[in-house]
């Protein structure tokens, strides 16, 4: 069993950066592929980015802004989101697998999180 605990999330202007972290309760967080996810309201889960065997990949509406990392040390995966967009503004979730890979389904990841808040507005 895998608990994810996401951080980070809030208010911030168009424009601005915010880090999520995403702290895992597990030993052998490099054995995992890990995931962003986002959702909007009225909108269905979309794939943000993702981690795994030091590969990394990236939604083309996040590509050159966000960047995903994972500390294994500390079992936290962080994102780094920079020059934020209204459009950014969804429910974050965290998302891990034991599955290796680039998996951009929210049906590919059995252990979730539970969700920080992006808003960004003027």
């Known amino acids: 069993q895998v608990q994810l605990i996401e951080s980070g999330g809030g208010l911030v202007q168009p424009g601005a950066s915010l880090r999520l972290s995403c702290r895992a309760s597990t030993r052998t967080l490099s054995s995992l592929t890990m995931a962003w996810f986002r959702q909007a309201p009225g909108k269905e889960r979309e794939f943000v980015a993702t981690v795994s065997i030091g590969s990394t990949n990236y939604a083309d509406s996040v590509k050159g802004r966000f960047i995903i990392s994972r500390d294994n040390a500390k079992n936290t995966v962080n994102l780094q989101m920079d020059s934020l967009r209204p459009e950014d503004t969804a429910v974050y979730y965290c998302?891990?697998?034991?599955?290796?890979?680039?998996?951009?389904?929210?049906?590919?990841?059995?252990?979730w999180g539970q969700g920080t808040q992006v808003t960004v507005s003027s």
């Open positions: 998302a891990a697998t034991l599955t290796l890979g680039i998996l951009k389904r929210p049906s590919s990841y059995f252990y």
